[in-house]
């Protein structure tokens, strides 16, 4: 978001909350900005919103999580001079809670930190499969939905590797340390180079985000697959078709057999896979790079009045 921000002509300090959070005074006695943006706002109180608010700088957050309203998001929500959602289904949620200055805004990529590189034959070899999901499999009740997918995908005799972090070594993850699904496991968390590598070097992108009951609520792992030129499939997010089309820019499935046949037809499809996979990159870059967010941001701060 930065880097973007700079690139449009922007001057940006970062500040790592919770841990740099005590220097946000200090920012403030010394600079004048036009702007605080925060996403998870960690370590960030109403007491601090406040101190910024005074200084005349709007107190913007864009949270990017779909999960249902948190109590630290609702309180600062109430206060910030506005409030962003990646997850449109989640709207009047908040509004009910007190957030009363909210809008959608899905998130994006920046296309500099995935360059474009001919993949070596170990490359192709450690990074590539039939399948690839990129993504936690911890046991949060809303991630068990990927376990049950992935072992689909292992069950019908794909080729599957997941990558993220690290299983967690628990007892009570032990059914799952010890299933297929934990052995397919690549061995890293993977992340630009190496996330450009697995989407180039698999055949399939799968993917399942957490809540695809809420309307368009796509986490940012859309936009960074296709814009790494994958080939992405995902259980049908609510009103993703008015972002990407299904069967020309990405593919979706309703349920597991639906899933596994389309897996099994693009895999022996070679042109059509690349040719869904040629546009889905094409409409990322023209329409959903951070620079192309912000100016939508900005539009709606303006509107807004609030800068």
């Given at each position: 978001m930065a880097h973007s921000l700079k690139e449009m002509g922007w001057h940006v300090d970062c500040l790592d909350t919770p841990s740099q959070v005590s220097a946000v005074p200090i920012f403030l006695e010394?600079?004048?900005?036009?702007?605080?943006?925060?996403?998870?706002?960690?370590?960030?109180?109403?007491?601090?919103?406040?101190?910024?608010?005074?200084?005349?700088?709007?107190?913007?957050?864009?949270?990017?999580?779909?999960?249902?309203?948190?109590k630290h998001m609702v309180e600062l929500g109430q206060i910030c001079d506005f409030f962003f959602t990646m997850s449109e289904g989640r709207i009047e949620e908040y509004k009910k809670k007190g957030v009363k200055n909210i809008a959608w805004l899905t998130q994006a990529v920046d296309p500099s930190f995935f360059p474009s590189i001919e993949l070596k034959e170990k490359d192709i070899k450690y990074y590539g499969?039939?399948?690839?999901?990129?993504?936690?499999?911890?046991?949060l009740p809303q991630?068990?939905?990927?376990?049950?997918?992935?072992?689909?995908?292992?069950?019908?005799?794909?080729?599957?590797?997941?990558?993220?972090?690290?299983?967690?070594?628990?007892?009570?993850?032990?059914?799952?340390?010890?299933?297929?699904?934990?052995?397919?496991?690549?061995?890293?968390?993977v992340?630009?180079?190496?996330?450009?590598?697995?989407?180039?070097?698999?055949?399939?992108?799968?993917?399942?985000?957490?809540?695809?009951?809420?309307?368009?609520?796509?986490?940012?792992?859309?936009?960074?697959?296709?814009?790494?030129?994958?080939?992405?499939?995902?259980?049908?997010?609510?009103?993703?078709?008015?972002?990407?089309k299904p069967g020309e820019d990405i593919e979706v499935f309703e349920n597991y057999d639906e899933m596994i046949d389309k897996?099994?037809?693009?895999?022996?499809?070679d042109s059509k896979r690349l040719a869904i996979a040629k546009s889905g990159q094409k409409k990322v870059l023209e329409r959903h790079t951070y620079k192309h967010r912000f100016n939508e941001m900005f539009d709606i701060l303006k509107k807004e009045n609030v800068f």
């Amino acid at each position: 978001m930065a880097h973007s921000l700079k690139e449009m002509g922007w001057h940006v300090d970062c500040l790592d909350t919770p841990s740099q959070v005590s220097a946000v005074p200090i920012f403030l006695e010394n600079k004048r900005y036009k702007l605080a943006l925060a996403t998870k706002a960690e370590g960030i109180n109403k007491e601090l919103v406040k101190k910024i608010q005074q200084k005349g700088i709007p107190f913007v957050i864009w949270f990017p999580d779909p999960v249902p309203p948190p109590k630290h998001m609702v309180e600062l929500g109430q206060i910030c001079d506005f409030f962003f959602t990646m997850s449109e289904g989640r709207i009047e949620e908040y509004k009910k809670k007190g957030v009363k200055n909210i809008a959608w805004l899905t998130q994006a990529v920046d296309p500099s930190f995935f360059p474009s590189i001919e993949l070596k034959e170990k490359d192709i070899k450690y990074y590539g499969s039939d399948v690839a999901f990129v993504g936690t499999l911890c046991g949060l009740p809303q991630y068990k939905p990927r376990r049950q997918m992935l072992k689909k995908v292992i069950d019908a005799g794909l080729h599957l590797k997941w990558w993220g972090p690290r299983p967690a070594r628990k007892i009570k993850e032990l059914p799952f340390l010890l299933s297929k699904v934990c052995k397919a496991y690549g061995g890293e968390f993977v992340y630009l180079e190496s996330f450009y590598k697995v989407a180039k070097a698999s055949k399939v992108f799968l993917s399942r985000d957490s809540y695809p009951e809420v309307r368009l609520s796509m986490s940012v792992r859309i936009y960074t697959a296709l814009c790494c030129g994958a080939f992405y499939m995902c259980k049908k997010v609510k009103g993703i078709e008015t972002l990407f089309k299904p069967g020309e820019d990405i593919e979706v499935f309703e349920n597991y057999d639906e899933m596994i046949d389309k897996i099994k037809y693009y895999i022996d499809h070679d042109s059509k896979r690349l040719a869904i996979a040629k546009s889905g990159q094409k409409k990322v870059l023209e329409r959903h790079t951070y620079k192309h967010r912000f100016n939508e941001m900005f539009d709606i701060l303006k509107k807004e009045n609030v800068f």
